[in-house]
């Protein structure tokens, strides 16, 4: 099974750029193959990486709901959960040592529970074909109650220097805690940071039981890249958010051995 690395916080902490290099950290250094795994349903990650989706797991889901496919004759001699399984693979998006498949919404109202293609589910199933699978998660604590992750070898939670983002980080760290979800290792990563980190944080998040993994500069040239259409991967190796990301996981690995 590959190495899970999953990536949490609140919203607009820059969690999909978070992921998006550390996908391309893994890629540049041949740590390949990967399976990039979009958990939110706006699903952004393939913006990032330069990929395009089609179909999501979402989607398809409404799909076999639909009276039409249902009524398929050659549906009839599956389960429906085997039809979700083998429809899974036309939402995998392979690409150049990465492979991409996004969730989408996944949850509505009268979904078949037992049916539901859960996250959970379809990393079983291919994250034996993977060396890394990186998972860039929905904002907030829902992800982690239901436990959607499964088993996780490091979760970068991200924060912004703000009391509410904080607070969200501690939550998620408590919860995953009390829930005795399967992470072996967290991390806090801080981003966006503007000058030096106050001396009072670190020994906040210490107190709060979390392993400072760095922080990540705000980077002003980020900003030019936001605007453009280009992917994670036109932003040059020199710039500051990059450099910053190819520490905090090189620090990482010396921790818990990543790699």
């Known amino acids: ?13 820059g969690k999909t750029t978070i992921a998006g ?10 740590f390949v193959p990967i399976l990039a795994v979009d958990a939110d349903p706006s699903t952004n990650l393939n913006i990032t990486l330069g990929m395009e989706v089609n179909e999501t797991i979402g989607s398809i889901r409404e799909k076999a709901r639909s009276p039409e496919i249902r009524d398929e004759p050659f549906v009839n001699y599956l389960a429906l959960i085997d039809y979700l399984e083998l429809m899974t693979n036309y939402a995998l998006v392979e690409g150049e040592g ?3 498949i996004a969730m989408g919404r996944v949850e509505g109202k009268g979904c078949y529970c037992a049916a539901n293609a ?3 589910d379809i990393l079983k199933r291919l994250s034996s074909n ?10 907030g604590l829902e992800h982690i109650s239901r436990q959607a992750d499964g088993k996780v070898d490091v979760m970068f939670i991200i924060s912004d220097l703000t009391q509410k983002g904080l607070m969200t980080v501690f939550r998620i760290n408590s919860l995953i ?18 000058g030096e980190v106050p001396p009072s944080i670190p020994q906040i998040i210490h107190d709060q039981g ?5 922080r990540i500069m705000e980077d002003p040239s980020f900003f030019e890249y936001e605007l453009s259409k280009g992917s994670i991967f036109d932003i040059k190796e020199d710039t500051t958010s990059y450099r910053d990301i190819s520490q905090i996981l090189e620090n990482v690995n010396k921790i818990c051995g990543l790699w």
């Open 1 to 13: 099974m590959g190495r899970v690395i999953a990536i949490a916080g609140k919203g607009g902490v």
């Open 21 to 30: 290099f550390i996908i391309r950290y893994l890629k540049e250094r041949s």
């Open 98 to 100: 990465i492979d991409l």
């Open 118 to 120: 859960s996250l959970r």
């Open 130 to 139: 993977y060396r890394y699978v990186v998972i860039d998660n929905e904002a």
């Open 177 to 194: 805690k009390e829930l005795e979800n399967e992470v072996e290792k967290t991390f806090l990563i801080l981003n966006k940071v503007k």
């Open 210 to 214: 979390l392993t400072l993994g760095g």
